[in-house]
């Protein structure tokens, strides 16, 4: 059961509680020490206890006593009453909420000390697992996601400000400090788990921008090792109406994990110096470095941008010189370089077109500024992302993703046009400019395939063999006669580099033969239609050619031997 509504309920019970119709019914019926309580009326407590103390524990149909009512008005003076008539400090309502739990909830130091003193037991556990000690801690005004299955508790939506992400305010942090420690001296127990989450109390804490508490909760000896349980989880994955059901693992979020997901800066030093491990890792693969570039919904084993991206310099930088890994990957090869990329270029994928800018430049500055910053410390821009799955958008968004498989933070650059982010990674000498993929492409090829001619440029700037062929016979040309919109300029370029229009691959094709395609009928390249833009075959024809002509009056100039063209597989000259 939701905490927040228990509270609901019992709220709404003491409106009810308050109304004339029920004090007129109270009054008609000999009135009870529950009624008195219900009602905040502490003369006739008074009178009620020296004629019935044995109804001090009376319980109403929400298993609510005198004293929970009491508690629950924040009435100390009815509190003491009750107490001192022999309330029993441990009596729970339906819901296994005690006084104490109540008390602690609501903020109140004096209700607490005097429950405590009363010997009410901080170790009791409501229906959801949770003590008195875990409903201590406040939580943030604005709770935006979802606390779903063992993940982060908390998430704030893009637009939030940073005013609200600095909640709850002070004086409720200190307040419920000193309930933690009234707890702490009657020995609350700090490492429990509720039975919903699987959460502790410092896991709160740390997700909760609670720093003080956590170092409390440190100071006695709560575990910074402990995780929340790992899940399966099944999510629909893939374009609306053809999605996919996979099974994916969440949760083992770690206190520093849920700290650094939550940009919780004085939390993490705090848990940090207390000796958690810098290297620790949730059930996707995330570290601690990841989730302070990329504070996403830690729910989801994939790279899905639902709120946006918010790169924390300072905690990426402490924990950078606390020995993180800056190349350490998620299950899905996302480090925190591809992180940052994303986050220089500002897109989301809900309501957004992958290709499209975000318009918010202090984002896509932090970007930046965190590539540079990882960069500095070692960072490969050569690891590839290995799977890029969204799930639940649409099939164009779903299809644009896929252009991400295998892409490297470098390519990923490359892809969302950033020339200077390509410049910064080739000036580190860490790009590895001919490195092949199990296919045999090189990072060339895949920067065709990308459409990107900026990365084309900075890879041939860099060194880059424009005469590479990958395993099938293909060099970054024949890419580029393929399927590349805007693929005329990148092909005029790899011409004005030196690729050659006439290398044939394993299917006896060259680029200029499949080029050629679109201006002959039926050409064809296997089972597969080739239909480059004319702009292409235009671009590798005059490359051949050396005229200005049209690409039909080049075709038609040149020899038949020159222009043989390949149909499924078997090589012709054109009629």
């Not at 016979?473 to 399927?483: E, I, K, P, Q, V």
Request: hydrophobic fraction near 45%.
């Amino acid at each position: 059961m939701n905490r927040h509504l228990v509270w609901v309920g019992v709220a709404a019970a003491c409106l009810l509680a308050d109304t004339p119709a029920l004090a007129a019914e109270t009054s008609a019926a000999s009135p009870t020490i529950l009624d008195a309580a219900k009602a905040g009326d502490r003369r006739a407590l008074a009178k009620l206890v020296k004629r019935a103390r044995a109804e001090v524990n009376e319980a109403d149909q929400w298993g609510q006593t005198p004293l929970a009512w009491a508690v629950n008005r924040l009435d100390r003076t009815l509190v003491a009453d009750l107490l001192r008539a022999g309330a029993d400090a441990n009596r729970a309502n339906i819901y296994g909420i005690t006084p104490l739990m109540m008390a602690a909830t609501s903020g109140d130091v004096p209700i607490v000390e005097a429950l405590l003193a009363a010997k009410a037991d901080p170790n009791v556990r409501n229906q959801a697992g949770e003590t008195a000690l875990m409903l201590a801690i406040p939580v943030k005004k604005r709770v935006f996601g979802s606390n779903y299955q063992g993940a982060s508790p908390l998430q704030l939506p893009s637009d939030a400000t940073e005013a609200e992400r600095v909640t709850p305010d002070a004086t409720a942090q200190q307040t419920a400090l000193a309930i933690v420690d009234a707890l702490l001296k009657r020995g609350a127990t700090v490492d429990v788990r509720d039975t919903e989450f699987g959460q502790t109390a410092l896991m709160r804490a740390a997700a909760s921008s609670n720093a003080d508490i956590a170092r409390r909760l440190l100071s006695h000896g709560a575990d910074t090792n402990l995780a929340t349980p790992v899940r399966d989880v099944k999510m629909p994955f893939g374009p609306e109406f053809v999605a996919t059901i996979k099974v994916i693992k969440v949760g083992g979020f770690t206190p520093l994990l849920l700290a650094a997901s939550q940009g919780n800066l004085a939390t993490v030093a705090a848990l940090l110096d207390a000796g958690a491990d810098v290297k620790q890792r949730s059930a996707d693969g995330s570290t601690a470095l990841l989730l302070s570039v990329y504070r996403h919904t830690p729910l989801l084993a994939t790279w899905a941008l639902d709120f946006g991206i918010y790169p924390d310099l300072a905690m990426a930088k402490l924990l950078l010189d606390r020995g993180s890994d800056p190349s350490a990957a998620n299950v899905n090869g996302v480090t925190p370089l591809a992180a940052a990329v994303f986050a220089a270029h500002g897109a989301e994928m809900r309501g957004q077109s992958l290709d499209e800018k975000f318009t918010d430049i202090s984002n896509e500055a932090m970007g930046e500024a965190a590539v540079a910053l990882l960069l500095e410390h070692g960072a490969d821009p050569n690891v590839p992302i290995r799977n890029f799955i969204v799930p639940g958008i649409n099939g164009q968004d779903a299809r644009q993703a896929s252009r991400f498989n295998h892409v490297s933070p470098f390519l990923l650059a490359a892809a969302l046009n950033k020339p200077k982010l390509l410049t910064a990674m080739i000036d580190t000498r860490r790009v590895q400019i001919n490195a092949r993929r199990e296919n045999g492409n090189t990072p060339l090829m895949d920067a065709v395939q990308l459409h990107s001619l900026v990365g084309v440029e900075a890879l041939i700037g860099a060194g880059a063999d424009v005469s590479a062929t990958n395993n099938d016979g293909r060099t970054a040309l024949h890419f580029a006669a393929s399927d590349a919109p805007g693929g005329g300029a990148i092909a005029r370029y790899l011409l004005k580099s030196g690729a050659r229009v006439d290398t044939i691959d394993k299917q006896g094709q060259s680029p200029l033969d499949i080029a050629r395609l679109p201006l002959a009928e039926g050409g064809r390249v296997g089972a597969f239609r080739m239909t480059p833009p004319p702009d292409v075959a235009l671009a590798l024809i005059k490359g051949l050619s050396g005229t200005g002509e049209s690409g039909r009056e080049v075709l038609a100039a040149l020899k038949p031997s020159t222009l043989a063209l390949t149909t499924q597989g078997k090589r012709r000259p054109l009629p």
